[in-house]
């Protein structure tokens, strides 16, 4: 998958050097060319692990990452978690939830978008 960016100065890159530019050169944000369509995946990814799920959503956007790369990044970015379920959604009442987003090792939700 290439990435293009939304000011439309900047030549199309893979993920990884999408990555690691953050944002374009000419200032826009890096997106993907195309959004795939992953709408007959989504019933295929019921009863996978939050982990497993990352897993498979991201093999079609980091596509120029080696699978065993990919699979040992997010086996590492979900490994100081507390909970197995990682953002476990825990219900209160009836008709009221609670997704628990502190599990991480930070004990923040912030865990959720920098794995460190």
Not at 6 to 26: I, Q, S
Not at 63 to 90: H, M
Request: aromatic content about 12%; some cysteine; overall charge negative.
């Amino acid at each position: 998958m290439r990435y293009v960016s939304t000011r439309g100065e900047t030549p199309a890159m893979g993920f990884c050097d999408a990555v690691a530019t953050g944002l374009a050169p000419d200032g826009g944000l890096l997106v993907p060319e195309q959004l795939p369509d992953l709408s007959r995946q989504l019933l295929t990814w019921q009863g996978l692990s939050y982990p497993e799920v990352c897993e498979a959503f991201f093999r079609h956007f980091a596509t120029d990452v080696p699978e065993a790369t990919l699979s040992a990044i997010v086996a590492q970015s979900y490994a100081k978690f507390t909970d197995p379920a990682i953002a476990p959604l825990k219900q209160l009442d009836s008709n009221l939830f609670v997704l628990e987003l502190f599990h991480g090792p930070t004990l923040a939700f912030k865990d959720f978008a920098c794995n460190c």
